[in-house]
Structures are given as C-alpha cells and as structure tokens.
C-alpha cells in the first residue's frame, strides 16, 4: 500500500513570492490534514478536512495562507505571499475517518519550506 | 483547547537501559493517545497507541501506560537501541475530534 505523497521535498524561495504544496493521501482515507512542523518542535495542525470540506481551519493564517481538496482526494496548500517566518517543514497526514475503526494519522514526508 | 505537555526534552541512556518519556494533557474528554518516533528528515510514524479505556499496552520493547484520573501518560522503552535514538512526540486527541495535539517532543540518545 502506498503511503502519504507530497511535493515538493524542498523549496527554496524569496520572502514575498509565491508557494504551493501538494499531498496526495492514501487511498480511501476520507480525512486529510495540513500540519506545520517548525524545528525542534511538534507538528502543528492548520486544516483539516472531511472528504472535500475543510472542518477545522482555526488554526491556517488565512490572510496568506489557503488550502484545497477539491475532490475529496488530493489538496494543495498555498503561501501567498511568503514570510521569513513560514519557513518550517509542512506536513501532510491522512487517517480512514469516520468509517475507519482505527485514529491512527499516516504521515507524508512534508516539504521543508525555506525562506529567503 | 487540549494542551499537551512532555518530559524530560531530551535523555540520553546506555544501550540495554530503559528509558522513559511522561505526558500530561488537559482536556479530561481527550480518548486517544498515540506516541510518534520520527528520525532525522524523516516522517513521524507510530509506535504505538492507547486509547483511555485501557490503562496499559505492550508490544514487544515498548509499553505505554494512562492514568485518567492524573491526566498523564508515559512511554516505556525497554532493552534499548542504538536505533532507538530519534524524537519521540506524544498527542491527545482533543476535545475537537480528531484534532492531535502534539507535545514538543523528547529527543532519545541510545550510546552503544
């Protein structure tokens, strides 16, 4: 069974541009999270979603920050623009959901996110 | 909202010792609680989990114990490894379903 995909791995941008980030979950987990990893620390949540409705976003700085899961399957992430600040490791996550007998939360490999 | 604490930050042990990493949580109606190791670069993965209709869990090398009235849990290593050093995180699930709260981590040094 394949597990979380993301990419990018790495990148490298200039305070003030542009980023996206793309998670693809494992198959038939309804439940999809975008968590924040800064050094040192324990991942932070931004968003979750059900299926393709984000039901908890309390969390993403929606002044720069947006998420999509347009199909109920894979999402993207967006910065726009980016801050010194955001750069961390963005982690992706999936987890059967409602129908699954297990909470367990597979993890992707995260993008680590520098910035300029 | 859930809070979750972890101690000590980082433990260092000889190879065959025991280690032992303790959390506390806040939120009484948190139900779950998963213990992540996650390697250098690498991807937090499960170790093990315990929900809070039991009060212990082993599998093999690693048991995790839950005390609801005290509102803690620890992670017990036994026999341990070299490959053992990494960073281990525990989490609650919150108050908010499905909502891990992560604790900040203990940093585990395993000296052959």
């Known amino acids: 069974e394949a597990g979380v995909v993301q990419s990018p791995r790495y990148k490298i941008i200039e305070k003030k541009q542009p980023v996206a980030f793309w998670c693809n979950p494992i198959?038939?987990?309804?439940?999809l999270y975008w968590y924040l990893q800064n050094l040192g620390q324990g991942p932070e949540l931004l968003i979750r979603y059900e299926n393709e409705e984000a039901v908890d976003d309390s969390q993403l700085p929606k002044d720069r920050f947006s998420a999509e899961r347009l199909k109920g399957v894979d999402s993207t992430l967006k910065i726009q623009p980016a801050e010194l600040g955001d750069s961390a490791v963005y982690l992706c996550a999936s987890s059967p959901g409602w129908t699954g007998a297990s909470n367990e939360q597979f993890f992707g490999p995260g993008t680590r996110l520098t910035v300029l | 909202g859930e809070n979750v604490e972890q101690h000590p930050s980082t433990l260092s042990v000889q190879e065959g010792d025991s280690a032992v990493i303790k959390c506390t949580y806040s939120?009484?109606?948190?139900?779950?609680f998963p213990w992540y190791k996650q390697e250098l670069g690498k991807r937090p993965q499960l170790i093990i989990d315990i929900r809070s209709n039991v009060g212990e869990k082993k599998d093999q090398r690693i048991a995790v114990t839950l005390n609801k009235t005290a509102k803690h849990f620890s992670l017990h290593i036994t026999e341990t490894q070299p490959e053992d050093s990494a960073v281990y995180f525990c989490a609650a699930l919150g108050a908010g379903f499905q909502k891990l709260v992560f604790g900040t981590g203990t940093r585990l040094l395993v000296s052959p």
């Open positions: 198959s038939g987990h309804n439940t």
């Open positions: 939120d009484s109606a948190s139900n779950y």
